[in-house]
């Protein structure tokens, strides 16, 4: 599996989701051209993206991306709770929806289980 972290800028809460997922090797993407020069690598193996957002212009941004990719495995990491925010992030479809204010715990287990189910 081939894992891909999406976060504008480096920062606590990017630190703390990073330990809790250090039992696998991760790629950082810090911009929508970086994210999408990255999922235009080709594999051979399934892509789990993890987007953390801070605002809800960058939630847009990407899922205008992501429209072009089919097989995408994603975790949705929001800043806060609303209903317009919650309403963009279900619209990408994810397996898992978290929030920042989390410890990232279940953000970790729930990249174990897609890893074991589609690795």
Same mark, same amino acid.
């Given at each position: 599996? *081939? ?9 606590? +809460? ?8 250090? /039992?696998?090797?991760?790629? =950082?993407? #810090?911009?929508?051209?970086? %994210? ?9 193996? &399934?892509? =789990?993206? =993890?987007?953390? /957002? $801070?605002? @809800?212009?960058?939630?847009?941004? =990407?899922? &205008?991306? %992501? ?6 495995? %994603?975790?949705?990491? %929001?800043? @806060? ?5 919650? $309403? *963009?992030? /279900? ?10 204010? +989390?410890? /990232? $715990? ?6 174990? #289980?897609?890893? @074991?189910?589609?690795?």
């Amino acid at each position: 599996m *081939a894992i891909i972290v999406y976060s504008s800028e480096k920062d606590t +809460d990017e630190q703390r989701l990073l330990e809790r997922i250090s /039992f696998t090797d991760t790629a =950082i993407c #810090r911009s929508v051209d970086a %994210l999408r020069r990255r999922l235009n690598i080709p594999t051979d193996v &399934r892509k =789990i993206i =993890i987007l953390s /957002f $801070k605002e @809800h212009e960058e939630m847009t941004r =990407i899922a &205008r991306l %992501l429209e072009l990719y089919s097989d995408l495995l %994603l975790i949705v990491i %929001l800043d @806060h709770d609303g209903p317009e925010t919650n $309403k *963009a992030a /279900f619209g990408l479809r994810p397996r898992y929806i978290a929030y920042k204010a +989390d410890d /990232f $715990k279940d953000v970790a287990a729930v990249l174990q #289980r897609i890893i @074991h189910y589609y690795g």
